[in-house]
T-cell receptor
């Protein structure tokens, strides 16, 4: 089945530094990937839609200059948290749609295992 | 997308069937019902989806009422590994985005 890999699975950084998280579709090509953020004991919140070869589409309230998204190839999207601060500490999860999974019209999304960011 | 309502939590016994309800009274004719689950500290996992017919796969069964205003996810023989938050989501087939509500926290007890 479809597999989405995220790296790193966890990262600790100092306040003010930037952190890059990678999301790869391992056995399929994904023109569209999604980035979510999840705080403890809360549900997932969609941050942005990553489109291969074009600019990402950010959800309302998400700072595009702080959360830089690059989707340079059909199998890789990256999320860079710039000038991270403790309030950016969260669980970041990406997902991608595999057109070959599920019946026609299924639009099933495959999720990565997530990346836990802790900013000191 | 139509809004869904799920109970915040439920317990079930290991080996028994777990029936998870979801209300989606404002669902439109072209909207599907999807179920995902998230085991602690992992990414969500797709379980099953349906439009109006009942569906079954190796993980679960999905029962959708005739008026499509509610559905039930059935885990036929719950195991401890089925402990997770289960999300019922309604969306159009051509809408790639998934919006997650609070879901139902299911705890399977030995």
């Amino acid at each position: 089945g479809a597999v989405v890999s995220q790296h790193p699975s966890w990262v600790i950084c100092k306040s003010g530094t930037s952190v890059k998280i990678e999301c790869r579709s391992l056995d399929f090509q994904a023109t569209t990937m999604f980035w979510y953020r999840q705080f403890p004991k809360q549900s997932l919140m969609l941050m942005a839609t990553s489109n291969e070869g074009s600019k990402a589409t950010y959800e309302q309230g998400v700072e595009k200059d702080k959360f830089l998204i690059n989707h340079a190839s059909l199998t890789l999207s990256t999320l860079t948290v710039t000038s991270a601060h403790p309030e950016d500490s969260s669980f970041y999860i990406c997902s991608a749609r595999d057109p070959g999974q599920g019946a026609l019209g299924a639009n099933v999304l495959t999720f990565g295992a997530g990346s836990r960011l802790t900013v000191l | 997308d139509a809004k869904t309502t799920q109970p915040p939590s439920m317990d079930c016994a290991e080996g028994r069937a777990a029936n998870l309800p979801c209300n989606h009274s404002t669902i439109s004719g072209n909207e599907y019902v999807y179920w995902y689950r998230q085991i602690h500290s992992q990414g969500p996992q797709y379980i099953i989806h349906g439009l109006k017919n009942n569906e079954t796969n190796e993980m679960a069964s999905l029962i959708i009422t005739e008026d499509r205003k509610s559905s039930t996810l059935i885990l036929p023989h719950a195991t401890l590994r089925d402990t997770a938050v289960y999300y019922c989501i309604v969306r159009r087939s051509n809408d790639y985005k998934l919006s997650f509500g609070a879901g139902t926290t299911v705890t399977v007890r030995a």
